[in-house]
């Protein structure tokens, strides 16, 4: 008997993007895919994004995102199992939070740098470099769990950031990891990354199904990570993943 291939994978700038990111000519047939808190429109996937997620849910489509539970529950795809806040929370196929996985993270944060406290030294950093009302950020958090920091521009589209990431580079502790795409400058601690949930939540799956097929999609740097452990890879050729790996490329001109 053939086994469904497992879809783990991105969502934002991967399965669907902003009004704004939509290739131009793309305005007829886009389906809303995602809405604020307010309920107004967020998210669009393109006609060829939404055949192309038609064609995925021929397996089993496993999200791996950033966003929280509750930010999650605003994108109309499949909501369990999924891994969520940059792999501080999974959910299991009931759509309950794994206790198991937030135990072990609870433990592992008990043992590193705060995360409020690194939030605070780095945003200490920011007053001192720039104004602060050109910038939001915020702690994201899951099940009481303190995760990572965020920090967005409010006057570009995330150009400045990177010269954020450059002022505020001495501050950030050893092994702790930093991850910038568009307007998203994003601080995680050595505990957090989408490839160690994903890695347990994989390792369950296949306890039955060992010879299951795995695709791994993503459109960031840090998606990589997931990505890796997967039979095979996927990305968008738009994205930061891709123009990375073809870089200086000879073959494409």
């Known amino acids: 008997m053939t086994s469904r291939p497992l879809i783990f994978t991105d969502l934002d700038d991967t399965l669907f993007q902003t009004e704004r990111k939509c290739p131009d000519g793309s305005a007829q047939g886009l389906r809303l895919m995602s809405r604020l808190a307010d309920g107004s429109p967020s998210g669009y996937a393109t006609l060829r994004q939404d055949h192309m997620l038609g064609w995925l849910r021929m397996g089993q489509v496993i999200p791996v995102t950033a966003r929280s539970r509750a930010v999650l529950a605003r994108v109309d795809i499949e909501q369990a199992p999924a891994i969520c806040g940059n792999g501080g929370c999974i959910l299991d196929s009931a759509g309950e939070v794994d206790r198991d996985w937030h135990d072990h993270l609870v433990m592992l944060a008990r043992n590193g740098d705060a995360v409020e406290d690194v939030d605070a030294c780095l945003m200490g950093g920011l007053a001192r470099t720039r104004d602060p009302a050109a910038f939001r950020h915020w ?70 199904t060992p010879d299951t097929p795995v695709i791994g999609i993503g459109d960031s740097l840090s998606d990589a990570g997931f990505m890796d452990l997967c039979d095979l890879a996927m990305t968008p050729t738009p994205s930061q993943l891709w123009k990375t790996l073809t870089r200086d490329n000879a073959w494409i001109d």
């Open 139 to 208: 702690v994201a958090a899951e099940n009481g769990l303190k995760q990572y920091i965020v920090i967005k521009s409010n006057r570009d589209e995330g150009e400045v950031l990177a010269e954020v990431e450059r002022d505020l580079a001495a501050l950030v502790p050893a092994g702790w990891r930093v991850h910038r795409n568009d307007n998203n400058l994003a601080y995680l601690p050595p505990w957090l990354n989408k490839r160690y949930a994903v890695k347990y939540l994989l390792d369950r799956l296949r306890r039955d």
